[in-house]
């Protein structure tokens, strides 16, 4: 089982910046492949981002590419998503997720592929 604890949500302007955090409770984070996902009021849930067991590959929504980066440091057991130049329209409540992947440089985008979740936090940018 994995415990996951999404923070650093909050309500911002356009073009400002957040960081949020996904602390994990699993004795190997290194095993597990991790993603964000978001969903707007009556929205699915969508890919934001995907980063493999050790960071190796990426990868990101067209929507976020370029403007969002997504981290991990093992050794906290943390993944982070760092949002610039954030925009209205990035106005939703942002998941983290975890796989079991085994050590695998595989990376997944649909909210399917993952087997835990966070609660989730409430991002909202104003114009």
């Known amino acids: 089982q994995v415990q996951l604890v999404e923070s650093g949500g909050g309500l911002v302007q356009a073009g400002d910046s957040l960081r949020l955090s996904c602390a994990a409770s699993?004795?190997?984070?290194?095993?597990?492949?991790m993603g964000w996902f978001r969903q707007a009021p009556g929205k699915e849930r969508d890919f934001v981002a995907t980063i493999t067991w050790n960071g190796g590959r990426t990868l990101y929504a067209e929507s976020v590419k370029g403007r969002f980066t997504i981290s991990r440091d093992n050794a906290k057991n943390t993944v982070y998503l760092q949002m610039n130049s954030l925009k209205p329209e990035d106005t939703a409540v942002y998941y983290c997720?975890?796989?079991?992947?085994?050590?695998?440089?595989?990376?997944?985008?649909?909210?399917?592929?993952?087997?835990?979740w966070g609660q989730g936090t409430q991002v909202t940018v104003s114009s």
């Open positions: 699993t004795r190997s984070p290194a095993s597990y492949g």
């Open positions: 997720a975890a796989r079991p992947t085994l050590f695998s440089s595989e990376t997944y985008t649909s909210s399917s592929d993952y087997t835990y």
